[in-house]
Each structure stands twice: as C-alpha cells, then as structure tokens.
C-alpha cells in the first residue's frame, strides 16, 4: 500500500470548515484513499473514502486532485466533537478484504 | 454496520502472567483483525484472525507471544503472554465486511478497545 504523509497537527474554529491535506505521491491506479478518525480513548471510526472523483457524504468531502498524489479531507462546519486524530490511508480494495495500515495521522484540534 | 464488543474493556496485570481478550461481533464477518496502540502512537496492525486456521502475523509480532483464534465467523481472542510493561497499550479488535459490490467501499469497523497496563 502506498504511504501517506499528513501534517502532525491542524486548529480550527468551531464553525469553520477544517481542510486536512494528504499526500500520496505513489498511489497506485487501484489503490482508493480512505479517511478514518480516532476520537480519544474511542476506536478507529470510518469516514469517507474515494478512487478519483470527489465525494460527499453526511460526514465530509473529499477532495482528490486530478494526479491523484494528494488529497483533502473537509469538515464544512466542524464542531468541538470534531476533535481528533485523522488519518488517510491508501489501499487497494479486494472483495477478499484487505487490512488498514496507519500513518501518524493529524491531530485536529477544533477550538471554540 | 457492525457491532463490537470487547472484553474486557480494561485491566491492570502482573508481569510475566497472560491475559486474553474477547472480541465479539453482532454479525457474521469476512475479516477480523487485532491491532495494538502504544501510550501516544498511532495504530499497528498485529495479526489478521483467520476462521479454522492459523491467524497471519506482522512483521515483529510472533504467535508465541500473541496467539489468537477464530472459532467462528463472530468470535477470536487475542492473548497476550508473558507480560511485560512494554506491553501496556490499547488492544483493539477490528472487523471488515466486504460487500460484493464494487466501489472501494471496504467497511472496517473497530471496537472499543481493552486498555492493558502490566506492572
């Protein structure tokens, strides 16, 4: 699976939309970026995942640039619970299933 | 979705003893994986659970040191011997369903997680 890199730690205002970059210059053409979140002292929970086209759901959007090396993950208008570790993770998908593997992550902290 | 329970959700060991930890499954599931995370880093995946086989390890990770099983398509055990206090970390269980369909859309869900802290 190709690595990611994402900034250690991110602020943002309640309210706001929070934007978390990713990069993944070596993606492969099957690999599909995947955004999970970790709030504390709570399991990994899924967020949103992509292949090449943006996409929109309850939680966020996804944004993923035209090369596919990177990608951003927004929350339009976060919320203090909205606080906490996000992580991108790319990965092929197979219909045997396949396993996450983690990076660092970012820490988002959303201030009020 | 799937739910997930662990037990249990906490404990505080001796070294040198074992203690093995439950993961259950509201639903029957493709995958099941144990994951381990150290006081301030990020997750680390242990071993993936295989149904009527021995489980696949990680690099580093060694089924003397962290034997599982999977009895059935819900339930696996992760026991963690001859503690140490190296091994104080959150252990969490994960499972995934893969539906059919294409889209990417493995859906991997993680449960509470057992806090472990060995003195």
């Known amino acids: 699976d190709a690595k990611t890199t994402q900034p250690t730690s991110m602020d943002c205002a309640e309210g706001r939309a929070a934007n978390l970059p990713c990069n993944h210059s070596?993606?492969?053409?099957?690999?599909?970026v995947y955004w999970y979140r970790q709030i504390h002292s709570q399991g990994p929970q899924y967020i949103i995942h992509?292949?090449?086209n943006n996409e929109t759901n309850e939680m966020a959007s996804l944004i993923i640039t035209e090369d596919r090396k990177s990608s951003t993950l927004i929350l339009p208008h976060a919320t203090l619970r909205d606080t906490a570790v996000y992580y991108c993770i790319v990965r092929v998908f197979k219909t045997s299933g396949s396993r996450l593997t983690f990076g660092e992550g970012t820490q988002l902290t959303v201030n009020p | 979705s799937a739910v997930i329970s662990q037990k249990p959700s906490r404990d505080i060991c001796q070294r040198g003893t074992s203690l093995t930890i439950q993961c259950q499954v509201d639903?029957?599931?493709?995958?099941m994986f144990w994951y381990r995370q150290q006081p301030g880093q990020s997750l680390t995946l242990i071993a993936t659970?295989?149904?009527?086989?021995?489980?696949?390890?990680e690099s580093g990770f060694v089924i003397d040191k962290f034997p599982i099983s999977r009895p059935n398509l819900t339930f696996s055990t992760l026991t963690v011997s001859n503690m140490s206090p190296e091994d104080s970390s959150i252990y969490l269980c994960s499972v995934g369903t893969y539906p059919s369909t294409s889209g990417g859309r493995n859906e991997q869900y993680f449960g509470p997680g057992t806090r472990l802290t060995v003195t």
């Open positions: 070596t993606i492969s053409g099957n690999e599909y």
């Open positions: 659970a295989n149904q009527g086989s021995e489980a696949t390890y």
């Open positions: 992509g292949l090449k």
């Open positions: 639903s029957q599931v493709t995958m």
